[in-house]
């Protein structure tokens, strides 16, 4: 395999890995939404939790590098956020924490391929 067949393997995974992680947030929302308190962290890890992926979807549409490494960094501010307000629901509901943690552990893992990304992009361009 060429390395552009394993580059272009890695944006699928990537993109997929993103889409599944919408999921996991979305399903976690729809788990929690039975506590009031919950209502408006769930609303906004559900934002952020999501554009996620949604940016990374567009940036992989973008025209230039500046923009593509624009979305990217707007994805991983929106993981950055998604971590706090995980850690928020996390420490108000500890009986989910293991389902939880689980979620948080994957953005985790988003942010660092994110920031990888990036950097990868930046050393291989000239911006």
């Not at 390395?3 to 889409?19: G, P």
């Not at 890890?45 to 992989?60: C, F, K, L």
């Amino acid at each position: 395999m060429n390395t552009t067949q394993e580059k272009a393997d890695f944006k699928k995974e990537f993109k997929k890995r993103c889409f599944l992680f919408s999921l996991k947030i979305l399903e976690l929302s729809e788990d929690l939404k039975g506590n009031r308190t919950n209502w408006p962290l769930l609303d906004q890890v559900v934002r952020s939790g999501t554009s996620i992926g949604a940016n990374v979807v567009e940036g992989g549409n973008s025209t230039s590098k500046r923009e593509y490494i624009n979305y990217f960094n707007i994805a991983l501010k929106s993981a950055s956020e998604t971590l706090y307000w995980l850690a928020l629901i996390k420490e108000t509901n500890l009986k989910k924490m293991d389902k939880i943690e689980k979620i948080y552990n994957e953005c985790e893992e988003l942010k660092r391929l994110l920031s990888t990304i990036i950097l990868n992009t930046k050393s291989n361009s000239k911006i």
